[in-house]
């Protein structure tokens, strides 16, 4: 079946360094590829999506790439903050249409500290 | 904002006891899913609904049943709660009446079984 792989955390770094995130996927079609975040005592926020290959999804400086030849979709930021310390979490759906299935990687722990 | 609430915030119950959670959307969405999320696991899909009283399965149904007599309401309820089912729990919503796109999370339901 499908699945999602995410590096293991927690991944600590210090203000302004750069990010990444390691994110591979198994699939048997053509998913479309999200990356969630939550913070401490919340539910999962959508972060940034892609929908086909060499699509790159950006939001609030975060950008991943959807790569079909690497089957991966690695989560960056450029200078990371401390209010972007939380768990983010790499998903894939397959289809467009009908019910949806999201399947989870287990999530990698960010801390950022000043 | 895709209108989700969750109720109750927390819980804390005992072995053998009946508990129902409740997910309210107020924006007229067709799918609704709940999900629990474990440590190590991500997060795992339990039931999800595609319509009044159309509900399915997910990878871990067992110990929970499901019902929706309106559209806004998707009720979660584990008949006799065991302590494996400690866990947080989160209802999510598909925009669009096929079910394709982006899932919306609620702010989650923290349960403890004792």
């Known amino acids: 079946g499908d699945s999602v792989t995410q590096m293991e955390g927690p991944v600590t770094l210090s203000e302004e360094a750069f990010l990444t995130i390691n994110c591979t996927y198994t699939a048997t079609g053509y998913p479309s590829l999200f990356w969630y975040v939550q913070y401490p005592g919340e539910g999962l926020q959508l972060l940034l999506k892609?929908?086909?290959?060499?699509d790159k999804g950006s939001n609030k400086g975060f950008e991943a790439t959807y790569r079909k030849e690497t089957t991966s979709f690695h989560l960056e930021k450029g200078s990371v903050q401390v209010s972007d310390s939380a768990v983010y979490f790499c998903a894939l759906s397959e289809g467009q249409t009908g019910f949806q299935k999201l399947v989870f990687g287990t999530g990698t722990r960010l801390l950022v500290s000043p | 904002d895709a209108g989700i609430t969750q109720s109750p915030r927390h819980k804390v119950t005992e072995t053998g006891t009946p508990v129902t959670l409740r997910c309210h959307q107020t924006e007229n969405h067709r799918y609704m899913y709940w999900y629990r999320q474990d440590p190590g696991h991500g997060l795992r899909l339990i039931h999800y609904?595609?319509?009044?009283?159309?509900?399915d399965k997910g990878e871990v149904s067992d110990g929970y049943s499901v019902s929706r007599s309106k559209t806004e309401d998707f009720l979660l309820t584990l008949e006799s709660a065991t302590s494996s089912q400690t866990s947080v729990y989160f209802c999510?919503?598909?925009?669009?009446?096929?079910?394709?796109?982006?899932?919306?999370f609620g702010p989650g339901t923290r349960l403890t079984v004792l």
């Open positions: 609904s595609y319509g009044v009283k159309d509900t």
């Open positions: 999510a919503i598909s925009e669009g009446s096929s079910g394709g796109g982006t899932q919306y």
């Open positions: 892609a929908t086909k290959a060499d």
